[in-house]
């Protein structure tokens, strides 16, 4: 994708210079060194950054720019075009320039015991200390965030003994199909899923020692016919202890999200949670917290119901990244209930909106986390 702009003489900063002068300084290295003064707000480095930009060329007098983004950002690559155009603008308002920017995602790194997992480019796990605290809810939505950035994205429901994505997903009672010896996933609101309750009642009591439930789980992922994806969540089960222990370690992840509520007791859990995924190497991207706050309908005003100020302290005593602080919603319970999503390109709602830029700072987090280790793919090209 590429704009192209065209000359206008007529500019304050031209008229204000000397032609020659002006032409003069029109060279590649000019401007790169004035888009090293332009940072990315959600990357945090300039547009002139080697893990971004990779070609910058005068062919001309137009001026090229070839930047590539290692995460999905459809949403706001225009208003960075944008952006970036108009700071070239204020010294070279004559410019005719075209940027191109390409975004795809990487395939990062996982635990060095396991393998990749084919087609699935990252496996990122939503875990919680303890139950109740809006993890599965929060799976999905983050699901559906990745998925509105423009990702393709599939969510496994690890929750064996308490599935509830057929109903947040709308699929109550359908049951998953096998197609020779795989499950075929099954699709709702765009997502391909699978989930225990695809394949038992709902009704039926799963009393499964640890053991089977870390290797049904391992089947449902690896007999499960998965179209390639960018992104897979895996809704992991609750807790911290020995079954969510031997998942973590046999799934191949790219990464796990932690989520909670604000209470002191949870924060304890979360602690947990970090240091089991620290202990396999897994990189922890960031919290969630959940039920953060409540603002009444009828006059606005936010009460902290459980407690305030739990994530800047995991952000100061773990150096954790606070990802979100999604408020009690009746809407997104009503929504979750009906199987409907808070999260539609079309028509985001505030919850929409909050769990998409959640979405967007997990693939960054991601991305960047994979940068740190990798040298740029390709040299930039800068030439006139
Ligand atoms: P967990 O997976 O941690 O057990 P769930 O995601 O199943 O929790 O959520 C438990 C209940 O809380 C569900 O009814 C869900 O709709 C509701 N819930 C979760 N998050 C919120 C929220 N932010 N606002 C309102 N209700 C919520």
Not at 192 to 204: A, I, K, P, R
Request: with cysteine; hydrophobic share 40%; proline share 5%.
């Amino acid at each position: 994708m590429g704009i192209t702009i065209p000359i206008s003489a007529n500019n304050f900063h031209y008229q204000s210079r000397n032609k020659a002068d002006y032409m003069n300084s029109f060279t590649p290295e000019a401007i790169r060194q004035h888009l090293s003064k332009l940072q990315d707000p959600e990357l945090g480095f300039s547009y002139s950054d080697k893990r971004v930009l990779r070609e910058l060329t005068i062919d001309e007098s137009q001026l090229n720019i070839r930047l590539v983004y290692p995460y999905l950002t459809e949403v706001k690559m225009q208003q960075r075009q944008e952006t970036i155009l108009k700071h070239i603008q204020v010294i070279w308002p004559d410019v005719r320039c075209k940027i191109e920017f390409k975004q795809h995602t990487n395939r990062h790194k996982v635990q060095n015991s396991v393998k990749p997992k084919f087609g699935v480019k990252n496996i990122i796990a939503v875990a919680s200390g303890k139950g109740g605290v809006g993890k599965s809810t929060v799976a999905l939505n983050l699901a559906l965030g990745l998925q509105a950035l423009g990702a393709r994205v599939a969510i496994l429901d690890a929750d064996i003994y308490g599935p509830s994505l057929p109903r947040m997903l709308g699929q109550v009672g359908i049951k998953a199909e096998a197609d020779g010896k795989n499950f075929v996933p099954v699709e709702g609101l765009g997502l391909q899923s699978m989930s225990m309750g695809y394949l038992v009642d709902e009704q039926t009591p799963m009393i499964w020692r640890g053991p089977m439930v870390s290797s049904a789980l391992q089947q449902l992922l690896n007999d499960t016919a998965w179209q390639s994806c960018d992104y897979m969540i895996l809704d992991l089960p609750p807790g911290t202890g020995d079954i969510q222990l031997t998942m973590a370690q046999k799934i191949p992840l790219s990464g796990a999200v932690v989520v909670t509520t604000p209470q002191d007791i949870a924060l304890a859990d979360v602690y947990k949670a970090y240091k089991m995924f620290e202990k396999l190497k897994i990189p922890v991207l960031g919290v969630i917290e959940n039920m953060s706050y409540h603002t009444c309908s009828e006059c606005g005003h936010e009460e902290h119901i459980f407690g305030s100020g739990g994530g800047d302290k995991l952000v100061k005593d773990f150096g954790l990244d606070l990802l979100a602080q999604i408020p009690l919603s009746k809407s997104l319970r009503e929504k979750e209930d009906l199987g409907e999503p808070v999260v539609t390109p079309s028509a985001l709602t505030e919850d929409g909106q909050r769990f998409v830029t959640c979405a967007e700072k997990v693939a960054i987090k991601l991305a960047c986390e994979e940068m740190e280790l990798q040298a740029p793919i390709q040299k930039i090209k800068v030439s006139a």
